[in-house]
């Protein structure tokens, strides 16, 4: 099997989009070869815990409504184009994603890692859901098969938050500077939101080099 790291953000639109695209080659290629593992990067590594007012946040990152306005177009436009029905306007808060990283971390560890990352980005996109909020992340973790009150536990402690921060300034220091960037075989870096049909090449370049060298 090849690796396949994806580095990505839950509240990050571009690597929901990322994934659906990533989603539709592999189920074309049911034989693929990669294991997926999700990695952290953090859009706003210094969100206050309790996060933001989404207009707010957007409107200060943009310089204005118009321009948080037109930025997002784009963001709408694709992610209709890719079949995902993704409210932008039901969002009200922009929370920090520490602890989203905490649970996809140990649902790593569980096997239920991209589960876990699916139902994140729709909490978000598509319910509106706050989930900096542990209880939302309590009811994802419970929806993929975790222990919600293990998990509940786990976030109100301090466990692994160093780890999350530091594996965020690793990916810094890789030369991760936006997200999605996917990782194959630890090599070879592919950036950004990529078409269905180059990931549908890229699994069949892969899977005959993986062929050829067992």
């Keep these: 099997m090849v690796t396949l790291d994806i580095f990505s953000d839950p509240i990050c639109p ?20 990669f294991t997926i593992r999700w990695r952290p990067f953090m859009l706003n590594p210094d969100m206050p815990a309790g996060g933001v007012d989404r207009r707010t ?5 943009f310089g204005g409504k118009q321009a948080a306005v037109d930025a997002y177009l784009p963001v709408a436009q694709e992610a209709e184009a890719t079949g995902l029905n993704m409210r932008l306007d039901a969002i009200t808060h922009t929370p920090s994603t520490l602890d989203a990283h905490r649970l996809i971390h140990w649902a790593g560890i569980e096997g239920v890692q991209t589960a876990v990352v699916s139902s994140l980005f729709a909490a978000y996109f598509t ?12 009811d994802i973790a419970d929806a993929c098969g975790l222990d919600a009150s293990v998990v509940l536990r ?6 692994d938050k160093r780890e999350i921060v530091e ?25 950004g939101a990529q078409a269905t049909e ?5 699994i069949a370049e892969v899977a005959a080099q993986d062929r050829a060298a067992s």
């Design 14 to 33: 571009w690597c929901y989009i990322g994934k659906a695209r990533l989603d539709a080659a592999l189920i074309e290629a049911p034989g693929h070869p």
């Design 127 to 138: 319910e509106g859901r706050d989930i900096g909020d542990r209880e939302v992340l309590g």
């Design 167 to 191: 594996m965020d300034a690793t990916a810094r220091g890789m030369g991760v500077t936006a997200v999605p960037t996917f990782v194959v075989a630890g090599k070879h870096a592919v950036p």
């Design 57 to 61: 946040y957007l409107e200060t990152k």
């Design 198 to 202: 180059l990931w549908s090449k890229v």
């Design 154 to 159: 786990l976030l109100g402690s301090d466990a």
